[in-house]
């Protein structure tokens, strides 16, 4: 709802969402609201706010999908027959459970409720200047309440658990904003932008669990004292950050524009030595379609505009005290000379500090160009970029022996470059029917130009030192010259097969298993036999929309891509569950009569990672839509109305990957695992009109 007079303006919506999964329990409700109100008090002073409020509750308890997947087909459900002794375990073995099982001893609640909201001043000032304040708190708290039944036979030992936590978030940010705007003999534009900001976060966690409870756990959550174990844990943090910034604006004849700005910021998270970081930017641009010796493309070139800038921005994306050594405690044993055991609190450092640590700034390149073509018939933008990233935040490894396993730290510098390409299209353009058409490609490419500056010598075959050069980080898979991302491992080169048992033997493998290249011929896999392959991200995406309309129907369609990126499959050697014991999904496997290269034998032995391409395309969106002609809804007293249908990821194309989809499967111990996360097939019927 919503409604404008002279003095006064307001919205009002209100939305209920009430969602089941594909898997029965995935359920997910939600209720939000929105206000926008302003006011003009006086000709120079006007007020506003934009307010949002949700609740949404999580607690709704769903199957163990991974479960429904290994039960055997000839496994009992007994579920509703208490007397029975496979209503937990329907094979009688221990390893698949009934999915549904567990879910009938449990009761959770899981609550978050949130507000946020914007309330603002502006003040029109003398000569162009205007003022304006912004304050925007949120608040968000969280119930979470949990019971498990000791009549679930595998919590009886336990005699029940309950837990009752307690979260509540609180922050805040405060912007002061000047802005000055001035327009010179028709032909100078002016403003300049001045900016202050603070902001706080506090957040508040209290949790209490409690188990063994006596004499029982009928109220569950609701008297967790009757646990005989209690538990109770707080968890109290608070951030702070400021920053002050500065932009000029300039443009001749919208022309000739010109944009600097440079940026302060802080933020409590860094080392003592670094809280505070610069960043600086300078942007130009040039409309070369208004100059003199462009007018012969009149005639076919709308608008063409050229654009160079330069800028720093930063990542402050790192745990609020990773920059600082804390203590905790804990109860450890002790041993006496009399072999007497004492358990005694002791303190220690949990976490080694890094006053140095400083901001993640990454420095941009960019050149584009925009056009309009044949009355803006096709129009678009190309750009091409180069990113150099100094100070990285990363958690890096440390040495065992030190006594910790990692740090907090700023890696040295990684580059990137990349292009872009958009262009869109009005195809046909008639009195009953209109396509237009919007096509974008991306490509990105990223290299680690330095890590952490410690250097090694470089060797001849003769073991002389002949130079030095910057060290590689082998345990977190970091390379010079290299992506992040790019993949250094064995290189899978098949299946061992009959006539191959006493090579395979030497690497304790046998017929059957994935079959790795000892690169170096030693006999022994290791890091030497480690090579660079291919990459885990996408060598390119691109994405095409089309929107057809034909008198009051609409029809539109939505496709896009993810290429070149490979991802570990190791479910293809057949060793994920127990074959004796325990079904799985349909795979190909190897044996002696279906000698395959792609799958291993069932129970194989995997000493190392199967990569498969995992490049598709997907039509993710199909929508028609039909406009109720006005003249049926002039008696119905209705200003529009429109019925849509639509279908989400109508279907997907993956040349190399036949097993899931290859974009959402869960990740298992660093394996894809399409089994955990089904994606589903969604169609949607809608009515949207305007009274």
Same mark, same amino acid.
Request: charged share 25%; proline share 4%.
């Given at each position: 709802?919503?409604?404008?007079?002279?003095?006064?303006?307001?919205?009002?919506?209100?939305?209920?969402?009430?969602?089941?999964?594909?898997?029965?329990?995935?359920?997910?409700?939600?209720?939000?609201?929105?206000?926008?109100?302003?006011?003009?008090?006086?000709?120079?002073?006007?007020?506003?706010?934009?307010?949002?409020?949700?609740?949404?509750?999580?607690?709704?308890?769903?199957?163990?999908?991974?479960?429904?997947?290994?039960?055997?087909?000839?496994?009992?459900?007994?579920?509703?027959?208490?007397?029975?002794?496979?209503?937990?375990?329907?094979?009688?073995?221990?390893?698949?459970?009934?999915?549904?099982?567990?879910?009938?001893?449990?009761?959770?609640?899981?609550?978050?409720?949130?507000?946020?909201?914007?309330?603002?001043?502006?003040?029109?000032?003398?000569?162009?200047?205007?003022?304006?304040?912004?304050?925007?708190?949120?608040?968000?708290?969280?119930?979470?309440?949990?019971?498990?039944?000791?009549?679930?036979?595998?919590?009886?030992?336990?005699?029940? !658990?309950? /837990?009752?936590?307690?979260?509540? %978030?609180? $922050? *805040?940010?405060?912007?002061?904003? &000047? =802005?000055?705007?001035?327009?010179?003999?028709?032909?100078?534009?002016?403003?300049?932008?001045?900016?202050?900001?603070?902001?706080?976060?506090?957040?508040?966690?209290?949790?209490?669990?409690?188990?063994?409870?006596?004499?029982?756990?009928?109220?569950?959550?609701?008297?967790?004292?009757?646990?005989?174990?209690?538990?109770?844990?707080?968890?109290?943090?608070?951030?702070?950050?400021?920053?002050?910034?500065?932009?000029?604006?300039?443009?001749?004849?919208?022309?000739?524009?010109?944009?600097?700005?440079?940026?302060?910021?802080?933020?409590?998270?860094?080392?003592?030595?670094?809280?505070?970081?610069?960043?600086?930017?300078?942007?130009?641009?040039?409309?070369? !379609?208004? /100059?003199?010796?462009?007018?012969? %493309?009149? $005639? *076919?070139?709308?608008?063409?505009? &050229? =654009?160079?800038?330069?800028?720093?921005?930063?990542?402050?994306?790192?745990?609020?005290?990773?920059?600082?050594?804390?203590?905790?405690?804990?109860?450890?044993?002790?041993?006496?000379?009399?072999?007497?055991?004492?358990?005694?609190?002791?303190?220690?450092?949990?976490?080694?500090?890094?006053?140095?640590?400083?901001?993640?700034?990454?420095?941009?390149?960019?050149?584009?160009?925009?056009?309009?073509?044949?009355?803006?018939?096709?129009?678009?933008?190309?750009?091409?970029?180069?990113?150099?990233?100094?100070?990285?935040?990363?958690?890096?490894?440390?040495?065992?022996?030190?006594?910790?396993?990692?740090?907090?730290?700023?890696?040295?510098?990684?580059?990137?470059?990349?292009?872009?390409?958009?262009?869109?299209?009005?195809?046909?353009?008639?009195?009953?029917?209109?396509?237009?058409?919007?096509?974008?490609?991306?490509?990105?490419?990223?290299?680690?130009?330095?890590?952490?500056?410690?250097?090694?010598?470089?060797?001849?075959?003769?073991?002389?030192?002949?130079?030095?050069?910057?060290?590689?980080?082998?345990?977190?898979?970091?390379?010079?010259?290299?992506?992040?991302?790019?993949?250094?491992?064995?290189?899978?080169?098949?299946?061992?097969?009959?006539?191959?048992?006493?090579?395979?033997?030497?690497?304790?493998?046998?017929?059957?298993?994935?079959?790795?290249?000892?690169?170096?011929?030693?006999?022994?896999?290791?890091?030497?036999?480690?090579?660079?392959?291919?990459?885990?991200?996408?060598?390119?995406?691109?994405?095409?929309?089309?929107?057809?309309?034909?008198?009051?129907?609409?029809?539109?369609?939505?496709?896009?891509?993810?290429?070149?990126?490979?991802?570990?499959?190791?479910?293809?050697?057949?060793?994920?569950?127990?074959?004796?014991?325990?079904?799985?999904?349909?795979?190909?496997?190897?044996?002696?009569?279906?000698?395959?290269?792609?799958?291993?034998?069932?129970?194989?032995?995997?000493?190392?990672?199967?990569?498969?391409?995992?490049?598709?395309?997907?039509?993710?969106?199909?929508?028609?839509?039909?406009?109720?002609?006005?003249?049926?809804?002039?008696?119905?007293?209705?200003?529009?109305?429109?019925?849509?249908?639509?279908?989400?990821?109508?279907?997907?194309?993956?040349?190399?990957?036949?097993?899931?989809?290859?974009?959402?499967?869960?990740?298992?111990?660093?394996?894809?695992?399409?089994?955990?996360?089904?994606?589903?097939?969604?169609?949607?019927?809608?009515?949207?009109?305007?009274?």
């Amino acid at each position: 709802m919503s409604n404008r007079k002279e003095d006064m303006n307001y919205y009002l919506s209100f939305n209920h969402v009430d969602r089941q999964g594909i898997v029965v329990g995935d359920r997910f409700k939600n209720f939000r609201t929105r206000l926008n109100l302003e006011t003009t008090i006086t000709p120079f002073l006007k007020v506003g706010t934009h307010t949002n409020f949700a609740s949404r509750n999580e607690g709704f308890l769903q199957a163990d999908w991974g479960q429904s997947a290994i039960i055997s087909p000839y496994g009992s459900n007994n579920i509703d027959d208490l007397s029975s002794p496979y209503r937990r375990l329907p094979t009688g073995d221990v390893t698949p459970v009934n999915p549904f099982f567990d879910n009938l001893y449990r009761d959770r609640v899981d609550r978050t409720n949130t507000l946020n909201a914007t309330l603002y001043g502006v003040v029109t000032l003398p000569f162009g200047i205007e003022f304006q304040s912004n304050f925007t708190p949120s608040l968000a708290w969280r119930e979470y309440y949990n019971h498990d039944s000791a009549r679930n036979p595998e919590w009886a030992a336990r005699g029940g !658990s309950a /837990e009752r936590t307690f979260e509540r %978030t609180y $922050n *805040w940010q405060i912007d002061n904003v &000047l =802005r000055w705007r001035q327009t010179f003999d028709d032909s100078h534009q002016v403003e300049v932008t001045l900016l202050q900001n603070a902001e706080k976060g506090q957040f508040w966690r209290t949790k209490a669990t409690s188990s063994n409870f006596v004499p029982s756990d009928v109220l569950g959550w609701h008297r967790i004292q009757a646990g005989t174990v209690p538990l109770n844990e707080s968890n109290d943090t608070y951030r702070t950050g400021d920053a002050l910034m500065g932009r000029l604006f300039y443009s001749f004849r919208e022309k000739y524009m010109l944009t600097a700005s440079i940026r302060r910021d802080g933020y409590s998270a860094f080392g003592a030595q670094n809280p505070r970081a610069t960043f600086p930017a300078l942007a130009f641009g040039w409309n070369f !379609s208004s /100059e003199e010796f462009m007018a012969g %493309t009149q $005639n *076919w070139l709308d608008h063409a505009k &050229l =654009r160079l800038s330069w800028g720093r921005n930063g990542n402050r994306d790192i745990g609020q005290y990773e920059a600082l050594s804390d203590m905790t405690s804990g109860l450890h044993p002790y041993i006496d000379q009399s072999g007497n055991i004492y358990l005694y609190s002791q303190l220690y450092v949990n976490r080694m500090a890094n006053l140095g640590l400083k901001w993640e700034s990454k420095s941009s390149y960019n050149i584009g160009i925009d056009f309009g073509l044949f009355q803006n018939r096709i129009s678009g933008a190309i750009d091409v970029y180069t990113a150099t990233t100094n100070d990285l935040l990363v958690d890096r490894a440390l040495p065992e022996i030190i006594g910790f396993n990692s740090v907090a730290a700023n890696l040295g510098e990684l580059k990137n470059t990349g292009f872009e390409f958009t262009l869109n299209g009005h195809v046909v353009r008639r009195e009953n029917f209109n396509w237009n058409t919007s096509f974008i490609f991306m490509q990105n490419r990223r290299k680690i130009v330095h890590l952490y500056g410690d250097m090694v010598d470089i060797t001849d075959d003769h073991g002389n030192v002949i130079g030095q050069r910057e060290a590689d980080d082998i345990k977190n898979r970091w390379f010079i010259g290299q992506d992040p991302d790019r993949i250094w491992d064995y290189e899978r080169i098949g299946v061992w097969q009959i006539n191959e048992e006493a090579e395979a033997d030497k690497f304790g493998l046998q017929p059957g298993d994935f079959k790795y290249k000892d690169q170096n011929g030693d006999g022994v896999m290791s890091d030497e036999d480690r090579i660079f392959q291919r990459y885990r991200t996408p060598r390119f995406r691109w994405s095409w929309r089309n929107d057809f309309t034909y008198q009051n129907f609409s029809l539109s369609f939505f496709i896009y891509s993810n290429w070149g990126q490979t991802e570990t499959f190791n479910r293809a050697a057949n060793n994920s569950s127990f074959p004796d014991r325990a079904t799985d999904y349909v795979l190909d496997r190897w044996t002696e009569s279906n000698p395959i290269d792609n799958y291993a034998r069932i129970g194989s032995k995997n000493i190392g990672n199967n990569y498969v391409d995992q490049s598709f395309v997907r039509l993710e969106n199909v929508t028609l839509s039909y406009a109720i002609p006005n003249r049926l809804l002039e008696r119905l007293r209705v200003r529009s109305l429109r019925v849509s249908a639509a279908v989400r990821n109508a279907v997907f194309w993956a040349p190399h990957w036949n097993f899931g989809d290859p974009e959402t499967g869960r990740k298992i111990n660093g394996d894809n695992d399409p089994a955990g996360s089904p994606t589903p097939r969604t169609y949607n019927l809608s009515l949207n009109f305007s009274l």
